[in-house]
Nanobody, 128 residues
Framework: QVQLAESGRGLVQAGESLNVSCVLSGRTGRRPFSNMPMAWFRQVPGNEREFVAVISWSGGSTYYADSVRGRFTISRDNAKNTVHLQMNSLKPEDTGLYYC?????????????????WGQGTQVTVSS
């Protein structure tokens, strides 16, 4: 069974940086990790889970939500089945539960329904 495990939760002050990571483990079947697009979403209580960033299987293409573009960087290491999200210049509105997601359905996407593998989430809290 495929599992995604996030790490790197933290409490930081506005303006600081934080890196969260996600490791995929288990048998992925016909589509290995290196062929899956990977994404990060985030959610705060009472709101829907929102898209943050996505990276293509090769790492050659990335896309960010307007709210984080220029501050966040998504990257991946296919040899280690790992995806990272480097978050700089954090703001209180970046606070949320950050979820790692992988897709066996599409080659690249930003919609929640396009991703079928999800982690449990890691909490990021930014104080003002």
């Amino acid at each position: 069974q495929v599992q995604l495990a996030e790490s790197g939760r933290g409490l930081v002050q506005a303006g600081e940086s934080l890196n969260v990571s996600c490791v995929l483990s288990g048998r992925t079947g016909r589509r290995p990790f290196s062929n899956m697009p990977m994404a990060w979403f985030r959610q705060v209580p009472g709101n829907e889970r929102e898209f943050v960033a996505v990276i293509s299987w090769s790492g050659g293409s990335t896309y960010y939500a307007d709210s984080v573009r220029g501050r966040f960087t998504i990257s991946r290491d296919n040899a280690k089945n790992t995806v990272h999200l480097q978050m700089n210049s954090l703001k209180p509105e970046d606070t949320g539960l950050y979820y790692c997601a992988a897709s066996t359905r599409v080659s690249f996407g930003i919609r929640r329904e396009e991703f079928d593998l999800w982690g449990q989430g890691t909490q990021v809290t930014v104080s003002s």
